[in-house]
């Protein structure tokens, strides 16, 4: 682990800058993670098949994921000027601080997960270590990074690198409140997430068997 600062291009011309998601960044995670997804897609399909009732559900989720995805890319970006910084989400609310409100920028070359390739990370963290801003590069370019976390090292906010590959999990225990139980545990929350799924669908169908006709 180091903390010397990241050597990257200057600012735009008069400090202020604007940062977007990378479509190009995402395609690659989406390629990267194909090998994962695949299989997902063919259980999906195959219980679809075996329960039409389910095909509603299915293209619902698919029609959000797009409309999320590209309601993200449309929105969502990265303003700062002078020592202020405003994160801009998807849905268009606003979310700013300053230089002064940050201890530190950890850099991450290579968060690991298993099956999945290695992402990087950018997290700016308040002095009581809870989060300001979190950025992957599966939706970022690294490039993006280094500029954003030499603009704040220009303001007196020292970064912190971590070069080795490591878990979520391993993440959590150096910064407890910057990375959630969720993040560090995917495949525990993706399990209970399903088994909630899977209880909401048993109750609707139980329910509908016992309706009166009308």
């Known amino acids: 682990m180091t903390s010397d600062a990241v050597p990257v291009p200057a600012s735009a011309p008069g400090g202020s800058a604007v940062l977007r998601p990378s ?5 690659q995670a989406l390629r990267a993670n194909l090998l994962v997804a695949i299989p997902l897609i063919a259980v999906s399909l195959f219980r679809i098949g075996t329960n039409w009732w389910l095909l509603p559900v299915f293209v ?3 029609l959000l994921s797009i409309g999320g995805v590209l309601l993200y890319f449309r929105n969502a970006r990265i303003e700062f000027d002078g020592g202020r910084y405003t994160a801009v989400s998807m849905f268009g609310s606003h979310r700013t601080f300053a230089a002064s409100d940050a201890a530190s920028v950890v850099t991450v070359r290579s968060l690991t997960r298993s099956g999945l390739q290695g992402t990087a990370l950018l997290m700016v963290l ?6 300001l801003l979190k950025l992957r590069s599966q939706t970022w370019e690294v490039e993006q990074f280094a500029r954003l976390a030499s603009d704040l090292n220009s303001h007196g906010v020292p970064t912190t690198s971590v070069d080795e590959p490591i878990t979520a999990d391993g993440l959590r225990d150096r910064y407890p409140k910057a990375i959630s139980w969720g993040e560090a ?6 399990l209970l997430l399903a088994l909630v ?9 139980v329910v509908s068997v016992f309706l009166p006709a009308t």
């Open 185 to 190: 545990h995917p495949v525990a929350l993706g």
């Open 23 to 27: 479509r190009a960044a995402y395609a």
């Open 60 to 62: 619902v989720a698919i």
């Open 197 to 205: 799924t899977v209880i909401v669908i048993f109750f609707i169908v």
């Open 126 to 131: 308040r002095p009581d270590g809870s989060k």
